[in-house]
């Protein structure tokens, strides 16, 4: 064990030169001297992706299921062959129209609408809650199974991981609402985020390195071990323990594809944050290299960690800690965690400013000008009251992340809380890539088909995770609501054979799609809404030259 005033204070050490580099990036930018003016820059904060999931999650998962941690690398991977194409357009559109968010983006496509604007934010907002379940999760478990101490469970004023979330939140307000920047731009944050990346690359790397030759004697020698057991044999197979289940495998790498662009934490450093689109054709190679080296030692630490257990008995989503802990070596230990607390800090930080600015620039803004009484003094200055909400924001958002690690956290492994996010914002996919790419697309498409997709992912993903939990009945989940059948949300109208995230992703986006394209077609679009679609549909063309009016009214 290491001793608990070791640990954090090795973190807060390492938060406060997080800190430092924001800050000096923030002052290079306000000379006009940008320190992430940079493709290998660029492409390390498009690192944020690879969270606690990527650093436990993904051992976890091979220590069970193989190589089926590598769909939710591939699909990135294999995206950024032709997505770099799409990100450019999106940066393009961003850029030209002054778009700061998502929902901001979607929106713009169509007429500018704020209803639309706040529909995009609460689907993200629930969307990524059990994300940032998976990131409380994951540095709890760190710090208990590091210093023995418990840091969750019994009344939640003792819960180790609420003070937890409450720290990550005064790093996040302190990251990211500092100032107020008309561009939503935090260069000192992207630069901190890119430090981050290199730091868990190489502390994943340094675990590895340890496990496969201070452990064992190379790769070739931990397959040799494990294929002499039955029980571990069968991981070094594609098929894995089981039938290789191919509708999965294509669902995952689908997911994680959309994922890559659609998160609200990816679209602020690829396309909020991009400082040069020239940038985009670099990192869309350099992002797949850095992928495959953050996991070329997850099968050697999940076989290491399984075979040193004997097969079992084991938590395979600690091996990263586990190991070096238990084997001998401390230091590379906390030098894991301190990678473990870059990807857990550099997600939320990033997620929940993206996610403040949605909350206060389409939600609660737009509520309170609304109101006679605040509308008739909002000509002042706004900044501080601009700052506090997205601050409250922060803060809400992180808390609503907590109390789903406490109702259903504990009943699902890292890798499947993630997926339920992915699924989430899947939804975002019709109306934003057919936005940029189809004039006909209307207002009431992508309203029906955002509001249509994302019940239908409440309904047989997110649901059943509260179920499985024991929140509510699993009456629901396995006999449908009332006992009707067709209506059980992990085998609705009577689909069977699919695993419940594949069951929810078909279901989900065949009725957002279906929505999507068949309102559209029922009404032509409003003349803002065709104006809208011609100058982001045909942004190449048009961006440069048109006139300023174009680009928002007061």
């Known amino acids: 064990m290491i001793s608990p005033a070791l640990v954090l204070g090795a973190s807060f050490g390492y938060l406060l030169l997080l800190f430092a580099i924001a800050a000096f990036g923030d002052r290079r930018a306000a000379r006009g001297r940008s320190v992430i003016d940079n493709a290998l820059i660029y492409a390390l904060s498009w690192g944020v992706f690879c969270t606690a999931w990527t650093y436990f999650g993904s051992v976890g998962r091979a220590a069970s299921s193989g190589v ?19 990100l450019r357009k999106m940066v393009r559109i961003a850029k030209t129209y002054r778009i700061t968010s998502i929902a901001d983006f979607i929106a713009s496509r169509y007429g500018k609408s704020p209803a639309l604007a706040a529909i995009v934010t609460l689907i993200t907002v629930v969307g990524i809650v059990p994300y940032i379940a998976l ?31 409450f720290v990550l939140a005064a790093f996040a307000i302190v990251f990211g609402t500092r100032h107020l920047d008309l561009a939503e731009r935090h260069e000192g944050m992207v630069a901190a985020i890119a430090f981050e990346s290199a730091v868990k690359l190489v502390a994943f790397l340094a675990v590895g390195v340890f496990v496969t030759w201070g452990l064992y004697d190379g790769m070739a020698d931990i397959w040799t071990r494990a294929q002499a057991l039955p029980d571990l044999s069968s991981l070094l197979r594609l098929d894995g323990p089981g039938p290789f289940d191919y509708a999965q495998w294509f669902a995952q790498i689908i997911l994680a594809a959309f994922a890559v662009l659609l998160l609200p934490r990816q679209f602020q450093v690829m396309v909020v944050e991009c400082v040069d689109e020239r940038h985009i054709r ?35 989503e600690t091996f990263v800690l586990s190991l070096p802990l238990t084997e001998g070596a401390p230091a590379i230990a906390l030098l894991a965690y301190i990678g473990g607390l870059s990807a857990v800090t550099g997600m939320l930080i990033v997620e929940t400013v993206a996610v403040s600015t949605m909350v206060c620039n389409d939600l609660v803004m737009p509520s309170l000008l609304r ?39 504990e009943a699902y492994a890292l890798v499947s809380i993630g997926l339920i996010s992915f699924a989430a914002v899947a939804q975002f996919a019709p109306a934003l890539f057919g936005g940029i790419y189809w004039r006909g697309g209307t207002w009431a498409g992508a309203v029906g088909g ?37 209506l059980a949300p992990e085998r609705l109208f009577g689909l069977t054979g699919l ?27 409003s003349a803002r809404e065709a104006s809208q679609a011609l100058l982001f549909v045909d942004v190449f063309r048009r961006g440069d030259a048109e006139p300023v009016f174009w680009r928002g009214r007061a």
Request: no cysteine.
């Open 68 to 86: 089926w941690f590598l769909p939710i690398y591939l699909g990135p991977t294999l995206a950024m062959l032709v997505g770099w194409i799409v």
């Open 135 to 165: 990131q409380l999760k994951a540095v709890s478990a760190g710090y208990q199974l590091l210093t023995g101490n418990p840091a969750s469970g019994g009344a939640w004023w003792r819960d180790g991981t609420l003070y937890v979330a």
């Open 282 to 316: 670099r990192a869309a190679w350099l992002f797949p290299a850095y992928l495959l080296l953050i996991n070329v030692f997850v099968l050697p630490i999940a076989l290491g960690g399984l075979l040193l257990n004997g097969g079992v008995g084991a938590d395979a």
């Open 371 to 409: 109101l006679d009484r605040f509308g008739s003094r909002a000509g002042g200055d706004l900044t501080r009251l601009l700052l506090n909400i997205r601050r409250a924001a922060i803060v809400l958002v992180l808390l609503l992340g907590y109390l789903y690690f406490r109702v259903a956290g």
């Open 450 to 486: 955002l509001l249509g997709g994302f019940a239908v992912w409440a309904y047989t993903l997110m649901l059943p995770s509260v179920a499985k939990s024991g929140w509510i009945p699993m009456r629901f989940v396995d006999d449908g609501p009332f006992g009707i059948g067709l």
């Open 499 to 525: 695993d419940s995230l594949t069951h929810s992703m078909f279901w989900s986006l065949l009725v957002n799609v279906g929505l999507y394209v068949g309102l559209s077609l029922v009404r032509s679009p």
